[in-house]
């Protein structure tokens, strides 16, 4: 599983960004796909993620700004960004959780990172 993630850029406060990320490879077997983010100096977090089946979650710190969408016709998922603040500035990453079958049956859990994307947010 290969993603490529894009959509970031510079943006004020209380301004909207809608984030893509692509998957190509073996996308059929990709169970969730999430969106994390990285701020300078800080540890990677998990901001958003929707499951295969379509479940959703959220950090409490972007409930109600932040959504996760897909296009399975294009194996696309975005994440669009509302009421942006500065603190959401950081380098977002999108993430796949895949299960594959290895040629001996047995299953082979992954996980794929895209390149990251800068989101800036200026006060």
């Known amino acids: 599983v290969q993603l490529q993630a894009s959509g970031g850029g510079l943006v004020q406060a209380g301004g909207s960004l809608r984030l893509s990320c692509a998957a190509s490879g073996s996308t059929d077997s990709i169970t969730a796909i999430g969106w994390y983010r990285q701020a300078p100096g800080k540890q990677r977090d998990l901001v958003a993620s929707i499951t295969s089946g379509g479940s959703t979650n959220y950090a409490d710190t972007v409930k109600g700004r932040f959504a996760v969408a897909r296009d399975n016709s294009k194996n696309t998922e975005y994440l669009q960004m509302n009421s942006l603040k500065p603190e959401d500035t950081a380098v977002y990453y999108c993430?796949?959780?895949?299960?594959?079958?290895?040629?001996?049956?047995?299953?082979?859990?992954?996980?794929?990172w895209g390149q990251g994307t800068l989101v800036t947010v200026s006060s």
């Open positions: 993430s796949a959780d895949y299960t594959l079958v290895g040629v001996d049956g047995a299953f082979v859990v992954g996980r794929a």
